[in-house]
């Protein structure tokens, strides 16, 4: 299994950004996806997840800023970032394969290598 994860970069407040998510070796129809995040200092989080069947949720930090999608045909999950701001700066990871609805990270089965956002204020 792969997840490629690219649209990282450096980017000033307020500005939007959309991280891609190639997924490879995985069953991508069926499968959870979801996104998180680590920023220097700070734990890992789940900043959103999507269903199989295209259902979202987000963590209350990022909702109505943060748009998780999935495009079945093309094995791809995206996050659509908007409004971003220096506090969202962080190493933002693509996870498949749920197994759990714990907010910890070993309940997803697969891990991409994380792409960086800088956001500059």
């Known amino acids: 299994v792969q997840l490629q994860a690219s649209g990282g970069g450096l980017v000033q407040a307020g500005e939007s950004l959309r991280l891609s998510c190639a997924a490879s070796g995985i069953n991508f129809r069926y499968k959870a996806m979801g996104w998180w995040r680590q920023a220097p200092g700070k734990q890992r989080e789940l900043v959103a997840s999507?269903?199989?069947?295209?259902?979202?949720k987000y963590a209350d930090s990022v909702a109505g800023r943060f748009t998780i999608s999935r495009d079945v045909a093309k094995s791809t999950v995206y996050l659509q970032i908007v409004s971003l701001k220096p506090e969202d700066t962080a190493v933002y990871y693509c996870?498949?394969?749920?197994?759990?609805?714990?907010?910890?990270?070993?309940?997803?089965?697969?891990w991409g290598q994380g792409t960086l956002v800088t956001v500059s204020s």
């Open positions: 996870t498949g394969d749920r197994r759990s609805y714990r907010p910890v990270p070993s309940s997803w089965s697969y």
């Open positions: 999507i269903t199989s069947d295209g259902n979202p």
